[in-house]
């Protein structure tokens, strides 16, 4: 079953400006991630967040975590074209190994 | 870095054959492989958890007879989909994660696998 639930399903926004993802799931966590799946490709990981952390950047990405909510928010600044993909939260099931998905968010970026 | 590769990218079969798809990490060794489904505008389902030497975890549901995965080293794993009907195209996806031994690390996919069955 899929822990994560994200919002909005699709979002659409103009080149330059910023689109933010949010993400909130069930069960206790040790880390939650976020990747990038281009249309028909496999995924890509951004970035990584640990349950003890509140912030974290890499570049034009920004994602924070409140555990308290149990929710992730992922921030894309100043949005490119190419930055137009599916993107999916994935948190770890109980301390396992595996890793469950959210339903993902569809950005497209308009030119 | 960690690249993992799948092959055939696609491929198309006729009903009731069986179709072999390969998962290798390339640069890693990989002790823990996981094979995904994805349908079309939908998220991931794990089907099954490889562990190399060892038979494969599968997720409620997952036919373990239907879909064979055999995980012989450490950086091959392979997902045969036997009999294959038409409800069983999809994107199949394997990713692998470094031996780290911590819960839910980073796990690096491949391209994934289009599969078509006729």
């Known amino acids: 079953s899929q822990q994560g639930e994200e919002d909005p399903q699709a979002l659409s926004i103009q080149e330059g400006e910023n689109a933010t993802m949010n993400c909130s799931y069930k069960t206790s966590i040790n880390n939650l991630q976020w990747y990038r799946q281009n249309s028909g490709r496999g995924l890509v990981h951004l970035i990584l967040i640990r349950s003890n952390e509140r912030e974290k950047h890499s570049g034009r990405l920004r994602v924070t975590l409140d555990t308290s909510k149990k929710s992730s928010s992922l921030l894309i600044t100043a949005s490119r074209a190419a930055d137009t993909a599916s993107y999916f939260c994935?948190?770890?099931?109980?301390?396992?190994?595996?890793?469950?998905f959210g339903q993902g968010t569809r950005l497209t970026i308009n030119p | 870095g960690a690249v993992v590769s799948q092959h055939p990218s696609r491929v198309i079969c006729k009903s009731g054959t069986s179709v072999k798809i390969e998962c290798r990490s390339l640069d890693f060794q990989a002790t823990t492989m996981f094979w995904y489904r994805q349908f079309p505008k939908k998220s991931l389902m794990l089907m099954a958890t490889?562990?190399?030497?060892?038979?494969?975890?599968?997720e409620q549901g997952v036919e373990k007879d239907k879909f064979l995965i055999n995980h012989a080293s450490l950086t091959l794993s392979t997902l045969t989909v036997t009999s294959a009907h038409p409800e069983d195209s999809s994107f199949y996806i394997c990713?692998?994660?470094?031996?780290?031994?911590?819960?839910?690390?980073?796990?690096?996919f491949g391209p994934g696998t289009r599969l078509l069955v006729l």
């Open positions: 990713s692998a994660s470094k031996p780290s031994g911590r819960a839910g690390e980073t796990q690096y």
């Open positions: 994935a948190t770890d099931s109980q301390g396992a190994q595996k890793l469950v």
């Open positions: 490889s562990n190399e030497g060892s038979k494969a975890t599968y």
